[in-house]
């Protein structure tokens, strides 16, 4: 890993609230290519911090740099050479296929011509010619959440960040889903992805695990079994959970 190009680093991090901590120390490099699991339980702090990789919040203080660019000062240069998907919001249900690829194109800076061809050609990708012109409420969830990753990275990112983005969607699917982020990846995106899925954090490359603020464990899945003497990652995350240290 080494020898890699580091995508994201981030430098004795904090993120305070008044009295209370919700990133103590953060400390972690991400690389160009990786997929960078970040688990916690509710409350660990990914989101404040996920936040901040964004360019939406400042930290209190420490360093950190997102594909070059200072998360103090270079905000908008972060937020344009990053992609994003949330679980809870990824694409404007009452526009149609074509319509939501349009509008986030313009979103991400896209020229007209540029997004006529990323058009054609995620509409040929995906297998949507044909629903085109489908209002998105009408697709089934799966292909939402496909279309909706899709559309995240149609202005070539260096970085897509994945905020649970397969909630709610069906095992088969969420396999599918899985193969579009190793497609990603093996073309130089760094994906970045918080899940609930302990299945999930298997396909990383490594996974970062945070309780209470802290990252509690950083390391590749077979490795932080080893570690932990776990048979599965879900075994990993209860120890850790729980404050155990075998």
């Not at 349009?102 to 990323?118: A, C, N, Q, W």
């Not at 899940?195 to 396909?203: F, N």
């Amino acid at each position: 890993m080494s020898t890699r190009e580091k995508i994201i680093t981030v430098s004795n991090l904090y993120k305070k609230f008044g009295s209370f901590t919700a990133n103590d120390d953060l400390t972690f490099d991400v690389y160009k290519g990786e997929i960078f699991g970040f688990l916690g339980a509710n409350g660990a702090g990914k989101t404040t911090a996920i936040k901040i990789l964004c360019g939406l919040s400042k930290p209190t203080s420490g360093k950190a740099t997102i594909a070059g660019f200072d998360v103090y000062t270079q905000t908008e240069a972060i937020k344009n050479s990053i992609g994003y998907m949330s679980q809870k919001f990824s694409l404007y249900e009452d526009l149609t296929v074509a319509e939501n690829i349009r509008f986030f194109g313009g979103i991400y800076g896209m020229t007209r011509k540029d997004i006529k061809i990323k058009t054609q050609l995620l509409l040929d990708k995906l297998g949507l010619q044909d629903s085109a012109k489908k209002l998105i409420k009408d697709l089934p969830l799966g292909w939402r959440q496909k279309l909706a990753f899709s559309i995240a990275i149609v202005h070539d990112p260096k970085i897509v960040f994945l905020d649970e983005p397969t909630g709610g969607v069906d095992p088969i699917t969420r396999r599918q889903f899985w193969n579009q982020i190793y497609e990603a990846a093996s073309e130089g995106v760094t994906v970045f992805v918080t899940t609930h899925y302990m299945d999930e954090a298997e396909y990383c490359d490594r996974v970062s695990i945070m309780v209470d603020g802290r990252i509690a464990a950083l390391d590749t899945p077979q490795k932080l079994k080893e570690t932990f003497g776990a048979d599965s990652m879900n075994d990993v995350f209860i120890k850790l959970a729980r404050g155990d240290n075998k």
